[in-house]
T-cell receptor, first 115, second 114 residues
């Protein structure tokens, strides 16, 4: 089965600083999802990337999928305390390409933003 | 907005008890999932269902069973709860279509087995 490696495991930054979280796959990614989780709560969908070289942005968060489709990065610009939480990447393990069956997740990156 | 509702936010049970975790979604999604989340291990898929009465094992089904009698409801059953089943349980749902469809998650149930 597909394995996703996230780095770093945890990150502490000062408010206003930029940061990057990486997600590396052992197999080609057909669909890569980024989710955010507040402590003790459910996951909130951020973005989905599908094509090699694709880049998407939402407010101050940008996600990219490399050309080989085995690595994704999540970049936060000018971080704020509201960005704090656990960021998880998930990959499609579907029976057919494009299916959303059996999403596999990385172990997550815990982000702390100090005011 | 899609809503995935888990019946309990916190649950405390004793070893050997039969435990039911309930999940309801209001968007007519075909797919429903149960994950557990543990520190250092991340999210692991227990079971999923792609239709009423249909179920498939995920990566860690041992000690669990599921029931999907109605499209909107997916139940996770711990037949005889054990301390190693103390965890955060997350339910999710999605459409099953030709394009990638994101998962919508419930708020989670923190289960403690004493």
């Amino acid at each position: 089965s597909q394995e996703l490696e996230q780095s770093p495991q945890s990150l502490i930054v000062q408010e206003g600083k930029n940061l990057t979280i990486n997600c590396t796959s052992s197999k080609t990614l057909y669909g890569l999802y980024w989710y955010k989780q507040k402590y003790g709560e459910g996951l909130i969908f951020l973005m989905m990337l599908q094509k090699g070289g694709e880049e998407k942005s939402h407010e101050k968060i940008t996600a990219k999928l490399d050309e080989k489709k085995q690595q994704s990065s999540l970049h936060i610009t000018a971080s704020q305390p509201s960005h704090a939480g656990i960021y998880l990447c998930g990959a499609d393990q579907g029976y057919s390409r494009g299916s959303n069956y059996k999403l596999t997740f990385g172990k997550g990156t815990l982000l702390t933003v100090n005011p | 907005d899609v809503k995935v509702t888990q019946s309990s936010r916190y649950l405390v049970k004793r070893t050997g008890e039969k435990v039911f975790l309930e999940c309801v979604q209001d968007m007519d999604h075909e797919n429903m999932f149960w994950y557990r989340q543990d520190p250092g291990l991340g999210l692991r898929l227990i079971y999923f269902s792609y239709d009423v009465k249909m179920k498939e094992k995920g990566d860690i089904p041992e000690g669990y069973s599921v029931s999907r009698e109605k499209k909107e409801r997916f139940s996770l059953i711990l037949e005889s709860a054990s301390t190693n089943q103390t965890s955060m349980y997350l339910c999710a749902s999605s459409f099953h279509g030709v394009a990638n469809e994101k998962l919508f998650f419930g708020s989670g149930t923190q289960l403690s087995v004493l």
